[in-house]
């Protein structure tokens, strides 16, 4: 039950106090659990002290026949948190709680028993599924684990019950929700809410699924009337991150786009974001480097939508949240509206 006073923050116009997640992540092998907040500084909570650190919880999908995952995915840029979990040979226990900065020792909501599978990491993010184990959901005794990567789980389908769907909404909202010391958050437009949750489909231009473009593209077309190109047929798969280079700095050198600076974005101009690539390399082997291939739409002052690999569409403070602050490399505005 949330308290009297959350509830009236929540229901405020606007409010000043600071809606923090704190992640909590143990396991037998760890000397002891591993605590963040969401904060930009280390947050006090009964007792124990959650350090900041880049993380967000994405919407499960809708993907028809299989349940629903939601994605938890944790920043992986000083390789911190990987160096301790690379050696566990079984999922962590994660906890999450719901404060409030004006006082933490009050748990607004909690979760506890869930299970981090983590499935990738590279350079950039580990991303895993949360879940909770529900055995009425599986078709048979299941047990996977592969030798060679011991911090690597494979996913799997077990069911998320009702109230890990009410988890994921509610912490892509609050992961994002600007600090204490940040601006009041603004009024998002309503319909934001029908493009979060739209599950990642490579080269999908509908809300059956999308890439990254593909999402843009979409909410561009029905909240603007603004059509642009498919470019499905250009770049044949978001992995080929060449292409994506190539064909973005096309459009980059065309009249069609002007960059805007900075802290003059506006609804509905475009996101150009950097993410992980692996490089081919020479001698010494494939190396990592951060490149644009990734874009996202903003839909309000600090705020966009996008959609990458394995996730489904989120909806993300990119001036507050550290790890999408990093990754913004300019925004773009639409110069003629009448592309095709």
């Known amino acids: 039950m949330i308290s009297v006073d959350g509830l009236a923050e929540l229901t405020a116009q606007e409010c000043a106090t600071a809606w923090l997640v704190l992640l909590s992540i143990d396991h037998p092998e760890l000397a002891q659990p591993l605590r963040l907040t969401s904060d930009g500084v280390a947050t006090l909570s009964n007792g124990e002290t959650f350090q900041p650190f880049p993380f967000e919880v994405v919407l499960p999908d809708d993907a028809e026949g299989r349940a629903p ?48 599978r983590a499935s990738t990491y590279d350079v950039g993010f580990i991303t895993g599924t949360l879940s909770v184990d529900d055995l009425a959901t599986e078709e048979f005794p299941y047990v996977t684990f592969d030798g060679r990567f011991r911090g690597l789980w494979p996913s799997h389908q077990a069911r998320l019950v009702a109230h890990a769907r009410v988890l994921s909404v509610f912490l892509s909202f609050l992961c994002s929700v600007s600090t204490a010391t940040g601006p009041p958050m603004p009024h998002l437009p309503a319909w934001v809410a029908d493009y979060i949750g739209i599950p990642f489909l490579d080269l999908g231009r509908t809300r059956a699924g999308c890439d990254c473009w593909g999402l843009v593209r979409l909410i561009l077309a029905e909240q603007a009337g603004i059509a642009l190109p498919s470019f499905a047929t250009t770049y044949h798969s978001e992995c080929n991150w060449l292409a994506i280079l190539r064909q973005t700095d096309a459009e980059k050198r065309s ?51 996008h959609v990458e690999h394995a996730t489904a569409s989120v909806l993300v403070n990119y001036r507050q949240n550290q790890s999408m602050r990093r990754r913004v490399h300019a925004f773009w505005r639409l110069r003629r509206q009448d592309r095709a």
């Open 69 to 116: 995952r939601a994605q938890l995915r944790i920043d992986n840029t000083s390789q911190e948190v990987i160096a301790l979990l690379r050696g566990l040979t079984s999922p962590p226990a994660v906890t999450l709680r719901i404060v409030r900065s004006a006082d933490p020792n009050v748990v607004e909501r909690q979760w506890e028993g869930l299970e981090w």
């Open 255 to 305: 009249s069609s786009w002007q960059q805007i600076e900075s802290g003059c974005e506006q609804m509905f101009d475009v996101a150009e974001l950097l993410v992980p690539v692996r490089e081919p390399g020479g001698t010494r082997g494939p190396s990592w480097q951060w490149a644009p291939v990734h874009v996202g739409l903003v839909v309000a002052a600090g705020w966009l939508v």
